[in-house]
């Protein structure tokens, strides 16, 4: 073949092969196409370099030399019509072979031989279409040139909501096969890093010196780390794409385990993460007296533990660390004091109590900060695994009220599981109640809840373990717990507390057994803690047999306010599949009622004017307790519930009833007088009339209005009977619409007008409502927000549910 000829069908090739195989990357200007070296290695031979070098007569080359070491370089050459320079690249300084390109300078001996400069000049412009990245070493921040093609064929946000705009945006991207290197998969993340201040320069440096310091095994349990680099002030960190997701999601979307092996495989898996923190906690052990290197990580929660993969067992996953952008390698000798690292900002809620900046003083840090926020996740997860997801958010939410109690309130670390400096009562009051709650033959749960408290969740972290222990705890423990494995175990009713490193014989500790003796006495299982409180708390003396032969005559026999749910033992959770259900019999056939055939739509009216701030926590949990009980009985067909604010038209809508309170807790009350016809008409305007439809109005009824006459209503009267006519029309059903005024006042004077003026709603409604063509009905009702939690959601649909004055009426 004529050496032409060759050239062409080179240069044709190299066309087709990118478009056959997508070889279409980018490099920092935008898209480039880009031929990988394997596509070259195919097209070459002996044969096909002769007849290229020969074309203008006899030529003197090792062309075996070219094919193994200077494939990339001739390919180029011949790119450029300038194949028979290749000698000029094999002999220069060493040679300027494939593993020294792309090439960036000119060779000290060329400098002053124009025509070799004119000839690398043209190579080097030629050349990034032959040398795309490939991770075949572990890059370290390498600058690479604007113009290297990275080999990515898509590339999307991995936060469909994140700001491409931020400071670190992180992306989902496929890297071409043909340039994998070292990546197991094509798969990947591109954690990009724009260099805007010194702060998040640190962050990068941070993260790239942790994954570069990790044993190779660490990454086994902590994301995977392929190489970083760097171009025109942009860095970018590829690590390993967890197909699984983040714990959080994987909470939000997986059934919890049941059976004795599944919460072993669950657990087991999740204590592999403290072999990924030692492995950071102490980087490059070396010799005696020579300093070695640490890494705090500061940052876990479940957002930063992913999951690479699963097996057949959905509890028997990869979790693995992520995210060290906030860690500190801090360096320490052997035989001297640990030097600590500086501490971060990060994520509030995990962090331990010496973490604590709020008070905006930056405190060193010991890597058993990481120990306390891995052992808050596990707690979370305890409560998950026993009684799902939606009370592993009211455990938070829970959390959050009790910090608000404290002087962490209203800053950085509320819903943590400390107050500054010990422990939260409510996480031991919690961890007691699943004891409580737990099967006889979980053996797995009461051993992990040990673990959790006393060796994870330790308020002075000198006494609290290191990774090594607390697997090491783990270990041990379980291994004996494996051997009872589904067996039924009669433990007896007192045992002493037991002190870290004992036997697992021994670590059924009093607490365990004290719950199982309450729920054998009582026959119910406690789905929120009983305060842990020295005065002696009431326990129901009501049989399981009793309570199942309940009906609805009994429907108000709890007579239970929402504070007392939050308490009482008697209001439990009933596992089902991955979603929990309010266990009270009263209240489960109030719910079925208040369903009927079709659902109900509910709207919570929340009076968002300047007098009701006082009330505005304590409104956020009204409207969180009675959305669970609404959700749990699945009452609103849609299981969205709007919430309407006074001093806006506009609802919101959630799903979630902790996502209510946060947002009823994070809104900024008006100074603007309450206008609560204007709420109602938004309501009428917005809701489908044929549907049926609860209103739930949380207000103290100082509405604008006269401040000393409690029967002038803001024309509330005129905007009821709108909604009462529209409604009944669609349906022709009385009851097809309820309003429920939930109340709350203090001791002041106009207080005391607007309690009146809500009861002479209640008491007068109804008489306005003649001639209006439709059945006497009582669509209004009022309650106090502490008030009968089954009158609060029933007394303004069901007449015989209003105006109760003893819990035996209904």
């Known amino acids: 073949m004529p050496p032409t000829d060759v050239i062409h069908e080179f240069k044709d090739y190299v066309e087709n092969y990118i478009t056959d195989h997508g070889c279409h990357g980018q490099d920092l200007w935008g898209p480039r196409d880009f031929v990988p070296r394997v596509a070259l290695a195919d097209f070459w031979d002996r044969d096909k370099v002769i007849d290229v070098l020969c074309s203008g007569g006899t030529y003197r080359a090792d062309i075996t030399k070219i094919l193994d070491d200077h494939l990339v370089g001739f390919s180029i050459l011949v790119w450029i019509s300038r194949p028979r320079s290749i000698n000029l690249f094999m002999s220069v300084g060493g040679g300027l072979d494939d593993a020294k390109l792309p090439r960036s300078g000119t060779p000290t001996e060329w400098e002053d031989v124009p025509e070799n400069k004119d000839i690398l000049d043209e190579f080097c412009k030629a050349q990034w279409k032959f040398c795309p990245l490939t991770l075949d070493h572990r890059l370290r921040l390498s600058n690479l040139d604007s113009f290297h093609i990275i080999p990515i064929t898509s590339k999307e946000l991995l936060d469909p909501q994140a700001d491409e705009e931020e400071a670190v945006v992180v992306y989902k991207a496929t890297w071409h096969s043909s340039c994998l290197g070292l990546l197991a998969s094509p798969r990947v993340i591109l954690k990009v890093y724009h260099h805007r201040n010194k702060e998040v320069s640190a962050m990068l440096c941070n993260e790239v010196d942790v994954y570069s310091l990790l044993e190779p095994n660490a990454f086994k349990h902590i994301i995977g780390y392929f190489g970083s680099f760097e171009q025109k002030g942009m860095s970018t960190i590829v690590l390993e794409y967890a197909s699984g997701g983040n714990l959080l999601e994987y909470l939000e979307k997986t059934v919890p385990p049941h059976r004795p092996d599944e919460r072993y495989a669950l657990w087991d898996s999740f204590f592999q993460l403290l072999l990924g923190l030692h492995a950071t906690h102490n980087l490059n052990p070396t010799a005696e007296n020579v300093n070695e290197l640490g890494q705090i990580h500061q940052d876990i929660r479940p957002q930063n533990i992913l999951i690479a993969g699963t097996e057949t067992n959905p509890y028997r996953v990869r979790f693995k660390l992520a995210d060290f952008g906030a860690a500190h390698v801090r360096s320490c000798r052997k035989q001297g004091l640990d030097t600590m690292g500086a501490q971060r900002k990060v994520n509030g809620m995990f962090s331990a109590p010496e973490s604590r900046r709020d008070d905006n003083l930056t405190k060193p840090q010991l890597c058993e900060c990481d120990i306390w926020s891995l052992g808050a996740v596990a707690s979370e997860l305890l409560v998950w695994s026993l009684k799902g997801d939606d009370m592993r958010q009211e455990y938070q939410a829970m959390r959050r009220d009790a910090t608000r109690k404290t002087r962490l309130d209203g800053g950085y670390h509320e819903g943590c599981f400390h107050d500054g400096d010990c422990r939260l009562r409510v996480v031991d009051e919690w961890h007691k109640s699943l004891l409580a709650s737990e099967e006889e033959d979980d053996i797995i749960s009461p051993l992990v809840s040990n673990i959790i408290l006393e060796h994870m969740l330790v308020a002075n972290p000198g006494d609290r373990s290191n990774a090594t222990k607390v697997y090491q705890a783990w270990s041990n423990e379980s291994g004996s717990a494996r051997l009872l494995e589904g067996r039924r175990i009669s433990y007896p009713s007192q045992l002493p507390p037991v002190p870290r490193g004992k036997s697992f014989n021994s670590m059924m500790s009093a607490q365990a057994s004290e719950a199982r003796s309450l729920r054998r006495q009582v026959g119910v299982e406690p789905w929120l803690p009983r305060p842990m409180s020295s005065e002696p708390t009431a326990i129901s003396t009501t049989t399981p047999m009793q309570r199942r032969s309940m009906n609805s005559a009994d429907l108000n026999t709890s007579n239970l306010s929402t504070e007392h749910m939050r308490r009482d033992p008697q209001w439990h959770y009933r596992q089902s599949g991955n979603w929990a259900e309010i266990d009270n019999p009263g209240l489960s056939s109030g719910r079925h009622r208040l369903k009927g055939s079709e659902g109900r739509d509910q709207v919570f009216v929340v009076d968002d004017s300047i007098s009701m701030t006082v009330h505005q926590d304590q409104m956020g949990k009204t409207v969180r307790v009675l959305t669970r009980i609404l959700k749990s009985g699945d009452v609103d067909p849609d299981k969205i519930i709007n919430l309407y604010y006074t001093s806006s038209r506009k609802p919101v809508s959630k799903s979630r009833a902790t996502q209510l309170q946060d947002d009823i807790g994070n809104h900024e009350f ?81 207080d005391a007008v607007g309690k009146e003026r809500l009861q002479f709603l209640d008491d007068r409604l109804e008489e306005q409502f003649e001639g209006l063509g439709i059945p006497r009905t009582d669509i209004v009702d009022t309650t106090d927000w502490d008030g009968d939690v089954c009158k609060m959601l029933l007394g303004g649909v069901f007449r015989d549910a209003d105006n109760l004055a003893s819990p035996d009426q209904v």
């Open 670 to 750: 008006s100074g603007k007088p309450c206008d609560i016809f204007e709420s109602l008409d938004s309501i009428k305007t917005d809701h489908d009339r044929s549907k049926p439809l609860s209103i739930y109005i949380l207000t103290n009824g100082r509405w604008n209005a006269a401040k000393d006459n409690p029967t002038d209503v803001c024309k509330l009267d005129s905007i009821i009977k709108q909604i009462l006519r529209r409604n009944y029309d669609a349906a022709r059903i009385s009851n097809h619409v309820g309003i429920q005024f939930i109340r709350f006042y203090g001791s002041g004077q106009e």
